[in-house]
């Protein structure tokens, strides 16, 4: 079935076209790659990794890859499409850093723009350069030639915050200092670096942006549900959605919206879905980090995939102190999901 409305779409970003406009976007400690590749059989059509430090890449002095900045941009076997995000403040280390990403082969190489933590904004980084757009720029054309000299010329991308605060909403000159130095998409999350992740993101920053950029626009900020990406889609006009907070413990939120956008039915994922899910993730990250620590690292992860689940206080309760894979096929039995169901998982 193909969408009436043609929300369901793809994207042009520089040479590449993305078969759909469903983004996973970059969180902290969220986004490795296996809960990429989680999302990506859900229907995400492209993953952004969780942040990487240019400093952290540019000093490590042996192979990247085996690095823990160069564990988190590993590309996961089920990603058709992913992007590497880089964050730092100097458009030399910036440069040198990106020039490190080949063996990676990203499609995208993205710079963080938006990022509030205050470790990162007190290095210059993040949404301290919405403070900045002329150092945003050169950094962006940094990279632009990076990617040119040792990545095949992958596209460059932004992803920036409405502003520094409600006094100096600065996007409109962010974005277009972007695109001037090369950036072939900008995504606008319409919070300014004082809110945080408080209060409700602006969309209509989105639309005005959309509408002026001559390179596609994605919108991130309060994208919860399927019907809220439907009406972003709609009320802003932009050519992609990148979901961040809504995605955590629900990859399903890709194929709810899909669904939606093409008007087809989507069942809403059952208790035995989600642990599965949830079981499948932890195989995944089994081989990257070691059971013990990827055991540690799933706890926040189960109890975002059973959000929801009849018991989930108590659930969570016992899911944060799991130290094995058996305990959390234990925990999990207590709301009659069998280890019997995540066999060979």
């Known amino acids: 079935m193909t969408d009436p409305a043609g929300l369901y779409r793809p994207v042009a970003v520089g040479p590449l076209t993305l078969p759909g406009n469903l983004f996973l976007a970059p969180v902290a400690g969220y986004t490795d790659r296996a809960f990429r590749q989680i999302c990506a059989g859900y229907g995400a059509n492209l993953c952004y990794t969780e942040l990487a ?90 990279v632009v030639r990076a990617s040119g000299e040792s990545l095949g010329g992958v596209p460059v991308t932004v992803k920036i915050r409405s502003g520094w605060d409600a006094a100096s909403l600065s996007y409109r000159e962010a974005a277009a200092a972007a695109v001037d130095a090369g950036a072939a998409l900008v995504c606008l999350h319409p919070r300014t670096r004082a809110q945080g992740y408080g209060g409700k993101s602006d969309w209509s920053l989105i639309a005005d942006l959309a509408g002026r950029l001559p390179v596609p626009t994605a919108g991130s900020g309060d994208l919860l549900s399927a019907e809220a990406a439907e009406r972003m889609l709609r009320e802003t006009g932009c050519a992609a959605l990148m979901f961040a907070r809504g995605a955590l413990g629900n990859p399903f939120i890709f194929r709810e919206t899909r669904a939606l956008l093409l008007g087809e039915s989507c069942p809403v994922p059952a208790p035995a879905e989600r642990a599965g899910a949830a079981f499948r993730h932890l195989g995944l990250l089994i081989p990257d980090l070691g059971e013990y620590t990827a055991c540690r690292e799933m706890r926040k992860q189960f109890c975002a995939y059973t959000k929801g689940v009849p018991g989930s206080a108590r659930l969570r309760d016992a899911l944060v102190r799991a130290e094995t894979r058996e305990d959390f096929h234990r925990i999990l039995e207590t709301i009659n999901i069998s280890k019997t169901n995540n066999q060979g998982i």
């Open 53 to 142: 430090s240019s400093e952290a890449i540019v000093r490590w002095p042996g192979d990247l890859a085996e690095s823990k900045t160069g564990r988190l941009m590993r590309r996961g076997e089920g990603e058709a499409f992913y992007a590497v995000q880089l964050f730092g403040a100097d458009p030399g280390v910036m440069y040198r850093a990106a020039l490190k990403l080949a063996p990676f082969r990203p499609d995208l190489v993205d710079i963080n723009c938006g990022c509030p933590v205050p470790k990162v904004v007190k290095s210059g980084a993040g949404s301290a350069l919405m403070r900045d757009p002329a150092l945003l720029g050169r950094i962006v054309a940094a």
